[in-house]
């Protein structure tokens, strides 16, 4: 319809008379344009006008879209081969990856929940502050985060904006984080791990039956905290065995701030061919202690994964 009155439009600006439909009287006769100018004018010029609008605002439309989806799967192609996958974006991860990307590595984060960042939002039970020793400063000024002498030897910072530092740093650096995406399983070929398997976190959620995609790397980190979920995978479905005292998952003791942070710096380190352990998952692999709301021991583990990943890299 709208195309009918705009080619009625443009055809009287060429025309003197052009037939249109029968007069609102129902005489039989056919007025032209030129005689209903008065009338229809003003009408047929508005509605061409919305033409315009309306095929203006499909094309926006398309236009968004499209470059989201090709922006996304272009972000997704460049990383289906990387040089880390890291599971979870927590601080120990986010630190890695920053410390990988900027030694040139290709490096992809999969973070499950849709905010990366780990615990680190919520600092001590909602209360968002947090804290760390003062000799992780270093790190803090490389990712531009503001900090207050708390005293004793102890930094403390808002926790929303060191959450967001270390994730503004890690993508700034280079690294690729795909947010809302689960790592579900490992790809283990020639007795090494040599990617991971991952999946949308709300096809999970909805319990559909999807089958995943696949992410080759040379070497994959676990961080996802508390529940190791890459290293259990890596013991309990491939039955490996790992570099801790029994070969398999240890378990997490319960709170002590000092021994836990002094253990989640020791017990990072590498696990089997290409699998890595950082943060509290590295605490959790070999039976350490959980500390609470300071992070300067997940910031210094994730320094230290990133050395030993770099020396094991080609």
């Known amino acids: ?67 989201i989806i090709q922006g996304y799967f272009e972000k997704l192609s460049d990383c289906l081969h990387v040089d880390v996958a890291i ?24 973070e499950r929940k849709l905010a990366p960042g780990g615990g680190v939002w919520g600092g001590g039970m909602l209360f968002n502050e947090v804290v760390v020793q003062e000799d992780v400063i270093p790190i803090l000024k490389d990712f531009c985060i503001n900090y207050r002498d708390a005293g004793d030897g102890y930094l403390a910072m808002d926790s929303v904006e060191f959450a967001s530092g270390l994730i503004y740093g890690a993508c700034h650096a280079g690294v690729r984080i795909f947010n809302a995406v689960s790592v579900e399983d490992i790809v283990f070929k020639g007795n090494k791990v040599s990617g991971v398997v991952i999946l949308w976190t709300p096809v999970g959620l909805a319990g559909m ?61 590498r696990l089997c061919p290409g699998l890595y352990a950082s943060g509290m998952a590295a605490n959790n692999v070999s039976g350490g202690f959980r500390m609470g709301p300071i992070f300067g021991g997940m910031l210094k583990s994730g320094k230290k994964i990133a050395r030993i990943i770099l020396e094991d890299l080609p």
């Open 1 to 67: 319809m709208l195309f009918s009155i705009w080619l009625g439009c443009s055809l009287y600006e060429g025309a003197e008379i052009i037939p249109i439909e029968p007069d609102p009287d129902n005489t039989g006769g056919r007025e032209s344009i030129a005689l209903n100018t008065g009338r229809y004018l003003k009408q047929i010029l508005k509605y061409k006008n919305l033409l315009f609008l309306y095929t203006k605002e499909e094309k926006m439309e398309e236009k968004i879209t499209k470059t």
């Open 87 to 110: 599971a979870g974006a927590g601080p120990s991860g986010l630190v890695a990856a920053f410390d990988l990307a900027k030694a040139g590595k290709k490096v992809a984060v999969f």
């Open 209 to 269: 039956h999807v089958d995943p995609l696949v992410i080759t790397a040379k070497a994959v980190l676990d961080g996802t905290g508390h529940p190791s979920e890459i290293a259990v995978l890596a013991t309990k479905k491939a039955g490996i065995k790992i570099d801790t005292k029994t070969g398999g998952i240890m378990g997490e003791k319960p709170m002590w701030v000092e021994s836990g942070e002094a253990s989640t710096i020791e017990n990072t380190k």
